[in-house]
C-alpha cells in the first residue's frame, strides 16, 4: 500500500457526479465466514495507520482489538471499558468506514457525542482513513455544514450527533458508536438501545474509560459480574487490580494492552503516574472505577446511632429491596419518623421467597412503598405489580444517588438516625463502597472485592424514600367545620 494522503480531496467545491454501478469497489463480493472476519479482513487490507506508531503503515489489528471487533458482530450491544490512549478512536473510525464502505445500501454509522468534541474525534479518524486510500477518496463525499460523510455508490452516510434526546430521534442506524460512554448520560444511551429492532444487522458499541459517576456502563459492569447481562449483551474490561500501586509496571500492562501491542510509549505512562491526581491516573490510565473499598462511615458511627425496635404492626412504613440480579438480596424498612429497621436477607434467594416476605411485611405495617431498583427481578416485580403492590423504581439519577448518600451520611454520624442495631445490616453497611464526585459529594457503590452490601443500599433506599413522603404529610391536623 502507498502512502500518499490527499489532504482536503473530500471537500469540493461542487457536488460530484453520481457513480455508476460498475464503479462499485472491489471488496463488494468478497466472501468471508462471518462479519468480523470481513471487517478485520478489510480494515487491514485497505486502511494505514494514521498517526502515531506506524504511520503509513499498514494497520494490524492487534490481539484485544480483534478480539473487540468479533464481540460487537457476535453481538447485539457491546460495552468496552479501557484506559486511554490505548488506540480506540482510531479503531472506531476505522470500523465506522468499514461499515459505511462495504457495500451494502443506506447503510447509517452513527457516532454519539457524550464528552466534549468526543464524536468529532471519532469522524476526523475516518475522514484521515479516507483521505489516504484513493479508492475510499474517489468514492466518498464529506458535507462539513451537517457534518456528514457519505459513501457515493450506495448512499451509505456516517454523522456525529450532539447528546440530545432530540437528535437521536428518527435514527435508523446499522452501527451505532458512544465513544466515551463511562460517560455517556443513560437516558441516550438507553435511546440508541431501543433503536436496535429497527434494522437486522444493527449492532451497538460503547467504549471508553471509566466515569465518575455509577452510569450505565458501571451497571452493565456489575451485571456481567453477577453473570445477569441479557442475552446479545456483552461487556470487555480492561484493568488494572485495584488499589495497586501507581508505579506498579505490571498493573499498567494488565491494564493497557496496547502495551504489549507496542503502540502506547510506558516511558509516557510513567510521567502522567508522578504528575496527575492519583485519582486520575487510576481512572483514565488504569481503567479502574475510582472507589474506597474501606468504610464510609467514621469508625464506630453506625454502631453510635440510637436504637429501636422495628414499627408497632399497623405503622406507616416504606420496604426497600434491593441486591444483584440473580444472587443476593435484602429487604429493609424504614418508619416516617427516620428510624430503620432490617427485615430479612438471602443468597441464592428465590422470587417466590422475596414475594412471601414482601407479603408478610404488608400483612404487619401499612406499606406506603416498596422501593426496588428496577433491572432486577423484573419477572417477580411485574407480578407484584399485577397484584396491586404500591411499587416504585428507585431512582438512580447521578442528583438522586449523591443527595441521598449525602443526607444519610449526614444523619448516621449526627445520631439522627436510629435502627434495631442487626448484625447483618451493620455488616453491610461497614462493606459498603463510596466514590467521591467531582463536586466533593458522594455515590455508594458496590465493593471491587464482591463482599455483600444489600441491606444496606436497601436501608439508604428505604430512608431516603420514607423522609419524602414523611415530608408529604401534613403538618397539621385537618379539621372539618
Known amino acids: 500500500m502507498t502512502w500518499s494522503p490527499v489532504n482536503s480531496t473530500l471537500q469540493g467545491k461542487g457536488p460530484k457526479p453520481t457513480l455508476r454501478l460498475v464503479e462499485m469497489p472491489p471488496w463488494v463480493n468478497w466472501r468471508t465466514t462471518s462479519e468480523s472476519a470481513r471487517a478485520i479482513r478489510w480494515v487491514e487490507r485497505y486502511l494505514p495507520v494514521p498517526v502515531g506508531y506506524g504511520a503509513g503503515k499498514s494497520l494490524k489489528l492487534a490481539g484485544f482489538q480483534r478480539e473487540i471487533v468479533r464481540t460487537l458482530y457476535d453481538s447485539l450491544a457491546t460495552f468496552v471499558s479501557i484506559p486511554a490512549a490505548n488506540g480506540k478512536s ?67 452516510r456516517l454523522a456525529a450527533h450532539p447528546a440530545r434526546l432530540s437528535s437521536l430521534q428518527g435514527l435508523n442506524f446499522s452501527l451505532a458508536i458512544i465513544d466515551e460512554v463511562g460517560f455517556a448520560d443513560d437516558a441516550l444511551v438507553e435511546a440508541l438501545i431501543a433503536r436496535l429492532a429497527k434494522r437486522p444487522d444493527a449492532r451497538l458499541i460503547g467504549i471508553g474509560t471509566p466515569g465518575f459517576d455509577p452510569n450505565i456502563l458501571y451497571r452493565i459492569r456489575q451485571e456481567h459480574a453477577d453473570g445477569a447481562l441479557p442475552p446479545g449483551v456483552r461487556y470487555i474490561e480492561h484493568s488494572a487490580p485495584p488499589g495497586c500501586d501507581l508505579a506498579d509496571r505490571r498493573a499498567w500492562q494488565q491494564a493497557n494492552p496496547a502495551l504489549r501491542a507496542g503502540f502506547l510509549n510506558p516511558d509516557a505512562l510513567a510521567i502522567q503516574a508522578e504528575l496527575l491526581p492519583e485519582r486520575a491516573f487510576r481512572t483514565y490510565h488504569l481503567g479502574t472505577w475510582t472507589e474506597a473499598t474501606a468504610g464510609w462511615l467514621p469508625p464506630g458511627a453506625w ?179
Request: with cysteine.
Open 90 to 156: 482510531t479503531l472506531m473510525g476505522a470500523l465506522a468506514i468499514e461499515r459505511l464502505c462495504r457495500g451494502d445500501a443506506y447503510v447509517e454509522v452513527d457516532v454519539l457525542a457524550t464528552k466534549r468534541e468526543q464524536a468529532a474525534i471519532t469522524i476526523e479518524a475516518a475522514k484521515r482513513f479516507v483521505e489516504a486510500v484513493p479508492d475510499l477518496a474517489e468514492r466518498c463525499v464529506w458535507y462539513a455544514d451537517p457534518g456528514i460523510l457519505e459513501f457515493r455508490p450506495t448512499g451509505s
Open 303 to 481: 454502631e453510635a446511632c440510637p436504637d429501636q425496635l422495628p414499627p408497632p404492626d399497623g405503622a406507616e412504613v416504606v420496604i426497600a429491596v434491593e441486591g444483584t440480579y440473580k444472587r443476593t438480596l435484602a429487604v429493609v424498612g424504614a418508619g416516617l419518623d427516620g428510624s430503620v429497621f432490617f427485615c430479612w436477607a438471602a443468597e441464592a434467594a428465590k422470587d417466590d421467597e422475596v414475594a412471601k416476605v414482601i407479603a408478610a411485611c404488608c400483612e404487619r405495617w401499612d406499606v406506603l412503598e416498596v422501593s426496588h431498583p428496577k433491572r432486577i427481578r423484573t419477572h417477580l416485580f411485574n407480578e407484584l405489580d399485577r397484584q396491586g403492590l404500591p411499587l416504585q423504581h428507585w431512582d438512580a439519577r447521578p442528583d438522586v444517588e449523591a443527595a441521598s448518600a449525602n443526607e444519610l451520611y449526614r444523619a448516621i454520624v449526627e445520631g439522627r438516625l436510629s435502627h434495631n442495631h442487626e448484625p447483618l445490616l451493620a455488616q453491610h453497611m461497614d462493606a459498603l463502597a463510596v466514590r467521591t464526585a467531582v463536586d466533593g459529594s458522594l455515590r455508594l457503590v458496590r465493593p471491587d472485592d464482591g463482599a455483600y452490601c444489600d441491606a444496606a443500599l436497601a436501608a439508604r433506599a428505604a430512608w431516603w424514600r420514607a423522609a419524602q413522603l414523611a415530608d408529604e404529610q401534613p403538618t397539621e391536623p385537618i379539621r372539618i367545620y
